[in-house]
Every structure is written in structure tokens, then in C-alpha cells.
């Protein structure tokens, strides 16, 4: 097959949402990232199209930081702030469906966002909520019992899963509908600026420099998305942060959201650019490799500390003639 058939099939698989998700009910998106990870931004971005390039009405976009607090800033233990109601006033004019974002925060490793998922699916029992392709992992299996029976207990929860281990956890441990569905990064295939055919050349290295590293961080002569951003990045990114922290009343006439997205844009299409020159990538990140096919490069694909990369490229990149396993590389 070639890469494009692979790429077509992929998004394609997506609308299978629609069977589970009504484009003829309102929807509210919760969970959006602000925050510098380029996966996670793809992930939003691609969600959004799909919601905008399918005719769904979106009543809002809220981040974690419009409904919920740190209690102890050295404590990942969260409080939802009296901001909620605005949410609760969505939820009782409107009956939207409520769609959480997709990634790979689900579990006890990103801890804040997990409590969040919890809290919302606690608070709207009589809601349908869609939580979009999620990569589940739990380190502590008490952990991973509690929220198998918390989110086992909501009637009308539909959790779609990236990997057949996650898979495993929402049918068989939580009781809850399912299915294997593409990272919704998928649904900007053929929207990306590819360039001029023939012109890319050379590769890029790309190794993570974090704690899912296989070399402990260290990254000699390799790019890693932390390169994208400047110390302004930062300070923008935490600013409006801070700006949905504090709940300016102002949120009622300029969304919060209205003020990130265009940041957000801008800050994957650096991404973009950095990978456009190339004809072939060579990564150990998820998105890396993503990124890469939706770009139409040769990608060699290896992995990091949990294997995700293959388990990932088998599932969804199976049949592409320019998506390649590294391992021996």
C-alpha cells in the first residue's frame, strides 16, 4: 500500500466518532492543553477539525484551569473552583455531549489531569462524555482498581483507546463501550504544509531529552521539541495560564480560548518547520513520528522507555512504504 492509502484509511477511521458521538447534539471540549508539549497540541488541533470539519456545535472550549485549582502547590491534589457553574449551566440548557481530550495523561503518571477526567465524569453522572483516543497507564494497580470502579459507575461514559492494552482496561476492568481509534492528530492528514515535492532532503534526529529517554536524557547532537521554544515561550504559555487561573471577569466577553489558539498555531507550525526541510525523520517521539507521516517523510521509528512507537506504528501505520522500525538501525 502506499503511504497516502494508509494516511486516507487512518483519518477516515475517525468517523466511526460520529456513531458514538451525534454530530446533531451539542458538544462541550474540555481539557485542552496549555502547555508547551507539541503532541498534545497536535492532538487539540486535529480534535477540533474534526468537530469543525464534521458540523459539530461547539459550545465552549475550557481548559483545566477554568474549573480546577491546585489545594497545595506541592500536592498534585485538585479542587474544583466556583467557576464550575458555569460549566453546570452549560450542561443543564443545553444537555451537550462533554468530549475530554485524547493523549496519553490518562493514568497515574500526569496525576492532575487524571483527578480532573475523575471529577468531571463524578459530576455529570447523567451526561454523555466522550473521552477522545487515550493511551492509558497505571503504575499502581489500587490506583488502577479506584478508577476502574469510578469510571465503570457512570452510565453513559464511551472511552476510545489508541492501543490494545488500553483497550483491555476500559472493556474488561471498567465494564465500558470502547474501540481502537487513531490519534486524533490523524484528522489533519492533508491539511499540513507539505512543501515543494523533491526539495526535502537530508534527516533530522529527533531523541527525547526527558525521563522517558532509553539513554537517561541524554541527547548528543539530536533535536527534541524543547528547542522550539525561548524563554519568552515560557513566559507567554505561563502568563496565559495565569490569565485562566485567576478568572477575570473578562473571560465572559473574550473566551479563554480565544486568546490561546492562535498561540497554539503558531507554536506546531515551528514544529512543522522544523521537520519540513527534511525527507527523513528519525525519532524516538510519538508525534514525532506522527507528525512525520502527515508530512509525507520517510520516517525510522524507534522508542523510548515504554515501546509505544511500535505498538502504535502496528496498529495504525501497518502497510506505509515510507514508515520504517529502527530497531538494528
Request: glycine share 8%.
Amino acid at each position: 500500500m502506499t503511504h497516502e492509502s494508509v494516511m486516507e484509511a487512518t483519518k477516515t477511521k475517525l468517523l466511526d466518532i460520529k456513531a458514538v458521538c451525534s454530530p446533531d447534539v451539542p458538544v462541550v471540549y474540555l481539557d485542552y492543553p496549555v502547555y508547551d508539549n507539541i503532541g498534545d497540541l497536535l492532538i487539540h488541533q486535529g480534535g477540533e477539525a474534526f468537530l469543525r470539519e464534521n458540523g459539530y456545535n461547539t459550545l465552549g472550549q475550557f481548559s483545566i484551569h477554568e474549573f480546577a485549582r491546585r489545594v497545595d502547590k506541592k500536592q498534585p491534589h485538585l479542587a474544583l473552583k466556583p467557576s464550575i457553574k458555569a460549566l453546570d449551566d452549560l450542561v443543564s440548557r443545553h444537555r451537550p455531549t462533554i468530549i475530554m481530550q485524547g493523549g496519553g495523561n490518562f493514568g497515574d503518571i500526569w496525576p492532575e489531569f487524571q483527578q480532573f477526567r475523575e471529577m468531571i465524569v463524578s459530576r455529570y453522572p447523567d451526561s454523555k462524555i466522550v473521552i477522545f483516543p487515550q493511551s492509558i497507564h497505571f503504575h499502581d494497580a489500587a490506583q488502577q482498581k479506584r478508577a476502574a470502579s469510578l469510571f465503570g459507575a457512570h452510565k453513559n461514559l464511551h472511552i476510545f483507546v489508541r492501543d490494545a492494552a488500553s483497550l483491555d482496561f476500559v472493556r474488561d476492568e471498567c465494564g465500558l463501550p470502547t474501540a481502537l481509534m487513531p490519534d486524533m492528530a490523524h484528522q489533519l492528514w492533508g491539511r499540513l504544509n507539505t512543501g515543494e515535492p523533491g526539495k526535502a532532503q537530508g534527516v533530522l534526529v529527533q531523541e527525547r531529552r526527558d525521563k522517558e529517554s532509553r539513554n537517561e536524557g541524554s541527547n548528543e547532537g539530536g533535536f527534541d521539541w524543547d528547542e522550539l521554544f525561548s524563554s519568552r515561550d515560557r513566559f507567554m504559555i505561563k502568563a496565559l495560564r495565569k490569565w485562566q487561573i485567576i478568572d477575570n471577569p473578562l473571560r465572559q466577553v473574550v473566551p479563554n480560548y480565544s486568546l490561546w489558539r492562535p498561540y497554539r498555531d503558531s507554536l506546531v507550525s515551528r514544529a512543522t518547520e522544523r521537520f519540513r526541510p527534511y525527507a527523513e525523520i528519525y525519532t524516538d517521539r510519538l508525534h514525532g513520528m506522527i507528525l512525520g507521516a502527515l508530512l509525507g517523510k520517510t520516517v525510522r521509528y524507534t522508542d523510548g522507555n515504554y515501546g509505544k512507537l511500535h505498538r502504535y506504528a502496528n496498529l495504525w501505520f501497518q502497510g506505509s512504504d515510507r514508515m520504517h522500525s529502527a530497531l538494528g538501525h
